[in-house]
């Protein structure tokens, strides 16, 4: 037979595996102090470079734009009902939508004028059903709105004067 022991492999395993890590863990530490990763410190950089990448950090983070409120062009023109009418309220009442009544139709006019101007007024200024405050255009003062109001009924037959709405 052989005079090959079981004994002596387990022993020269314990003593090899060990001997393979502490083996590779040298020549790993070897080649990181070879290519400069231990060993070779830098000086700590000076004040201006440290400006200048910080500034260079800034410039690259900086917004590409900035928003600024301009401030208001200038006083308010007031309008008259025809240019109002013509420019916001034809939009739905030109054809009716969502139930408006159309301008210069006496049929869907009628009843409305039947409440008397200051209702009609009151309605446009707060806005009803579908219809938003003053038409969907909030720069638009009282006047304007009750001068638009008047132009409207009037094609439809009412004979409402804007001047005569109590301030």
């Not at 090899?16 to 231990?38: C, D, E, K, Q, R």
């Not at 939508?97 to 200051?118: C, F, H, M, T, V």
Request: proline share 4%; hydrophobic share 45%.
């Amino acid at each position: 037979m052989s005079d090959y022991k079981q004994g002596s492999s387990i022993k020269e395993l314990i003593i090899a595996i060990p001997g393979a890590i502490i083996g590779f863990t040298l020549l790993v530490s070897l080649l990181a102090y070879l290519f400069g990763v231990f060993g070779s410190e830098k000086a700590a950089p000076s004040k201006e470079e440290t400006d200048a990448v910080e500034q260079k950090v800034v410039a690259n983070i900086k917004p590409v734009a900035t928003i600024e409120v301009a401030e208001a062009a200038g006083a308010h023109v007031e309008k008259s009902g025809e240019e109002i009418v013509k420019g916001t309220c034809v939009a739905c009442h030109g054809v009716g939508a969502l139930g408006a009544p159309k301008i210069g139709n006496a049929s869907d006019w009628g009843p409305r004028i039947a409440q008397g101007y200051e209702t009609l007024v009151k309605h446009a200024t707060e806005g009803l059903r579908s219809m938003p405050p003053r038409g969907g255009s909030a720069d638009l003062s009282d006047h304007e709105v009750a001068d638009a109001v008047a132009y409207m009924a009037n094609q439809a037959g009412a004979k409402f004067d804007a001047a005569s709405l109590k301030k």
